[in-house]
């Protein structure tokens, strides 16, 4: 079956620009998460959606951030005002649940993004 | 906020030598997991921890979560080629947290034919 899928692979953009990222998660997952990896470093959390309610935004570094899963399936990431500090593997993941049941995430392939 | 530290960085080994990687993490922890990333990729599930104690193994792995749920460890008995990568533990808090992993900075491991 199909795994997570994001798009675009790639995405470089010049500082100042907004971007935005998608993700389609596995058929039937309820939960997904944005996580943003830096070279040599472990994903960091952003946000978590359990349907399409933001169950916790506490990741997110700033205001210029924002996501959003309107019907509960695909998922858009925004970030306005890119800085290069934004530049970075924007992973996404998914999985069956969550809450108080822990469930394995499922990730994608990420995004990387280059601000210039 | 919740930390979740990983020693050592950088592990370069033997093909045949042994491996571990430790995690520790600031706070009581609901449940661990494991991922592993090939360079290039995204990081895979190995496996969720979730009692104290606990341990599991999968063929040459072995997984460990302390008594305290503070701290995990990874063993790799007779490492393999293809177990090159970076491995990473991340850590649930619970209460408030659920849902929300907090990854470790990552042990890569180097193994040499």
């Known amino acids: 079956g199909a795994g997570v899928s994001q798009t675009p692979s790639n995405k470089v953009t010049e500082k100042g620009k907004y971007v935005e990222l998608r993700c389609d998660p596995i058929?039937?997952?309820?939960?997904l998460y944005w996580y943003r990896q830096s070279l040599g470093q472990g994903p960091e959390f952003l946000i978590y959606?359990?349907?399409?309610?933001?169950?916790?935004d506490s990741g997110l570094p700033n205001d210029r951030f924002f996501a959003v899963r309107p019907e509960g399936s695909v998922s858009t990431l925004k970030i306005q005002r890119t800085e290069r500090g934004d530049s970075a593997v924007y992973l996404c993941?998914?999985?069956?649940?969550?809450?108080?049941?822990?469930?394995?995430?499922?990730f994608g392939p990420g995004t990387r993004l280059t601000v210039t | 906020g919740q930390q979740v530290m990983q020693i050592p960085q950088y592990q370069h080994v033997q093909e045949g030598e042994d491996f571990t990687t430790y995690c520790n993490s600031s706070?009581?922890?609901?449940?661990i997991q494991w991922y592993k990333q090939r360079p290039g990729g995204h990081p895979v599930f190995l496996i969720q921890l979730v009692k104290s104690g606990e341990v599991k193994k999968q063929k040459r792995l072995t997984f460990q979560f302390g008594e305290a749920k503070k701290n995990s460890s990874l063993h790799i008995t007779a490492t393999q080629t293809t177990d090159v990568g970076t491995y990473f533990c991340a850590g649930e808090g619970g209460g408030t947290s659920y849902g929300k992993l907090t990854f470790g900075q990552g042990t890569i491991l180097t193994v040499h034919p």
């Open positions: 959606f359990q349907g399409t309610g933001a169950a916790d």
């Open positions: 058929s039937g997952h309820t939960a």
């Open positions: 993941a998914s999985s069956l649940g969550g809450g108080r049941r822990p469930y394995e995430q499922y």
């Open positions: 706070t009581t922890l609901s449940n």
